[in-house]
């Protein structure tokens, strides 16, 4: 069974840090991307960041120049670096491997349970 294990999310002050990291454990023989989401109460979930398996990456406009997303790919380990932190950025933030591939099975995608993330002002 593959499992996403987040951690790092918190409290923090406004022009802060914060770096969420996301591990992804299970017999996997590829993920195609992993990335970042958030969502508010009663909003859509939205894109944060991602990276494929050969280094791509997409960022939200609102996050660019701020968050960077890296990947080791021999541990299926996702890391987000935020920094300069808004209070808009408060969000539950979840963690995604998207097309992962296991032996007997098409590909699929799997979440994270999400981590809460705050900015205060």
């Known amino acids: 069974q593959v499992q996403l294990v987040e951690s790092g999310g918190g409290l923090v002050q406004a022009g802060g840090s914060l770096r969420l990291s996301c591990a992804v454990s299970?017999?996997?023989?590829?993920?195609?991307?992993m990335g970042w989401y958030r969502q508010a109460p009663g909003q859509q979930r939205e894109l944060v960041a991602a990276i494929t398996s050969n280094g791509n990456i997409n960022y939200a406009d609102s996050v660019k120049g701020r968050f960077t997303i890296y990947r080791d790919n021999a541990n299926n380990t996702v890391y987000l670096q935020m920094n300069t932190l808004k209070p808009e950025d408060t969000d539950v933030y979840y963690c995604?491997?998207?097309?992962?591939?296991?032996?007997?099975?098409?590909?699929?995608?799997?979440w994270g349970q999400g981590t809460q993330v705050t900015v205060s002002s």
């Open positions: 299970g017999n996997i023989f590829s993920i195609v991307a």
């Open positions: 995604a491997a998207l097309g992962v591939v296991q032996a007997d099975r098409p590909a699929y995608d799997v």
